[in-house]
T-cell receptor, first 113, second 113 residues
């Protein structure tokens, strides 16, 4: 079955860039997503990328996809204290109608002042 | 537009009791999903409704779980009888037909004692 893996923790100094990595096993993945969960809140859709793209940029967020290595990354430029959260990588399959998401364990991002 | 809402936000019940969780999707979203995260593990898919029909219920753990979406609007997830291992956070998400964006609610934290 599908599997998505992420490292559990990442600490970054305020103002630096954060890079959160994710690997997945399903070669038929169509869309790959990044969700953010702040303490006590639900999952907020940050961005997503279609599998035929290599990169997507949205303000401070840059998503890179290496389909050959099944590796996805999220770069947050100029990391701020408000970026402290758990970041989940997720993928969905290619079968029409099969849009269930498979999530990684989440990476807890801690900002060091 | 209002986001996905879930009720209650937190429920504490004893083993053997029954609990019903409710999800109100974003208005006009035909697709509704239930997921859950137990004890810090991955967020796992439970099932997917398209309007009032169950499109995919492959993630439902056992027959103690019953999901309904009468009328194709809000959905309920009933756990009867609840077991200790059912403790976790239950998320609902909705998606507009034709879009690949799933929007999540804040979740219901279920604690079975």
């Amino acid at each position: 079955g599908e599997d998505v893996e992420q490292s559990l923790f990442l600490s970054v100094r305020e103002g630096d860039s954060s890079v959160i990595n994710c690997t997945y096993t399903d070669s038929s993945s169509t869309y790959l997503y990044w969700y953010k969960q702040e303490p006590g809140a639900g999952l907020q859709l940050l961005t997503y990328i279609f599998s035929n793209m290599d990169m997507k940029q949205d303000q401070r967020l840059t998503v890179l996809l290496n389909k050959k290595d099944k590796h996805l990354s999220l770069r947050i430029a100029d990391t701020q204290t408000g970026d402290s959260a758990i970041y989940f990588c997720a993928e969905s399959g290619s079968n029409f109608g099969n849009e269930k998401l498979t999530f990684g364990t989440g990476t807890r991002l801690t900002i060091i002042p | 537009e209002a986001g996905v809402t879930q009720f209650p936000s937190h429920s504490v019940i004893e083993k053997g009791q029954t609990v019903t969780l409710r999800c109100d999707p974003i208005s006009g979203h035909d697709n509704l999903y239930w997921y859950r995260r137990v004890m810090g593990k991955e967020i796992k898919f439970l099932l997917h409704f398209v309007k009032e029909s169950k499109q995919d219920e492959s993630g439902m753990p056992n027959n103690r779980f019953l999901a309904e979406r009468t009328g194709g609007t809000y959905s309920t997830l009933k756990v009867q009888p609840a077991e200790l291992e059912d403790s976790g956070v239950y998320f609902c998400a909705s998606r507009r037909q034709g879009s690949y964006e799933q929007y999540f609610g804040p979740g219901t934290r279920l604690t079975v004692t």
